[in-house]
Nanobody, 126 residues
Framework: QLVESGGGLVRPGGTLRLSCAVS????????IGWFRQAPGAEREGVAS????????RYGDSVKGRFTISRDKANNTIYLQMNNLVPEDTGVYYC?????????????????????WGQGTQVTVSL
């Protein structure tokens, strides 16, 4: 189970931090990430992190502004979003891809996700 929180309304240039609580029953090997979907658009990958070594991947539009991190003790994934712009507006989803082995490659593709959270709205506007 994935439960997101932390969305809201913020002005351009502002910051938000999203949280994704991961169920304790999740298998050991997985990639987990944040995806977003604007109205009328496809769901796109924002950032992902590997459960094994903490390796990360970012979408081109958020590099240098967003940071994904994990708190292993609390089974929580975070997305720190800085210098937000109106184009960052959308529903942000936490998604997990279960891996068959520990050295599986970390992806950032919505069609590879096995399970989604319910989503949290982020709106960047004056």
């Amino acid at each position: 189970q994935l439960v997101e929180s932390g969305g809201g309304l913020v002005r351009p240039g502002g910051t938000l931090r999203l949280s994704c609580a991961v169920s304790d029953s999740t298998p050991d090997y997985y990639g987990i990430g944040w995806f977003r979907q604007a109205p009328g658009a496809e769901r796109e990958g924002v950032a992902s992190i590997a459960s094994t070594d903490g390796h990360t991947r970012y979408g081109d539009s958020v590099k240098g502004r967003f940071t994904i991190s994990r708190d292993k003790a609390n089974n929580t994934i975070y997305l720190q979003m800085n210098n937000l712009v109106p184009e960052d507006t959308g529903v942000y989803y936490c998604g997990i891809e279960f891996w068959p082995r520990s050295d599986y490659g970390l992806g950032l593709f919505a069609d590879e996700i096995d399970f989604w959270g319910q989503g949290t709205q982020v709106t960047v506007s004056l």
